[in-house]
């Protein structure tokens, strides 16, 4: 596993990088936010440990560039500002954990792995192919990441089709936006709900005939969303 840390007290870094080192990690190691830009976007580790309150660029435009950028890997804050306010602003820019200085460094490695576990799994959802399958009409094809409703042929993103195979598989139960984004997203936060209400309306505009009376996906007020009736 390669691990990004970017912190600019030398002395953090350092150790940081000499404690992953020893769990076994390839670590890459940053002294301010401008200079961790420029390795994720090379390097693309799997996970990334950010310090809030760096030079060049802090943590929170780190990671707000990141998610601007497509980049999904897990970030973890460290950061002496452990205020509430602080801690939901770095998690509504797209980070998935906030942890105040000091910190164990114990703990820090848990959380890490942690999260690499989540990615991993959402990571082989999206790699293992279903058998083909209908929802309302609708022609699924997960190894070919294809739809097809009559002659139109709609293409699909790994991401839309692990979606629809957990939609079918669940099919009748309403399924929450958390379980929703663990499974298709692989993150334990998202920068809002928003992103899964925009990846869900994008999705009905390629399969649905009708925007104002969806067939293949219901929302479910106040849960999340459904494929089928329930007890269906």
Partial sequence: MHILIADDDPNLRTGLGVLFGQQGFQCTLAADGEQALNLIRTNAPDICVLDVMMPELDGFELCRTLRQEGFLMPVIFLTARDSEQ?????????????????FSPAALVARVNAKLRRTHYARDAL???????????????PASLTAHRGELSIQLTKREMTFLCL????????????????????RAYLPSSR???QFIATLRRKLERELQSPRVIHTIHGVGYRYGTPDS
């Fill in 127 to 141: 790699l293992q192919p279903a058998q083909p399958f209908t929802m309302a009409g609708i022609a699924i094809n």
């Fill in 86 to 102: 602080d801690q939901l602003e770095g998690l509504n820019l797209g980070a998935d954990d906030y942890m105040a200085k000091p």
């Fill in 167 to 186: 939609a079918n598989l669940k099919q009748g139960e309403a399924l929450s936006k958390d379980h929703i984004l663990d499974h298709c997203w692989g």
């Fill in 195 to 197: 992103v899964l209400d």
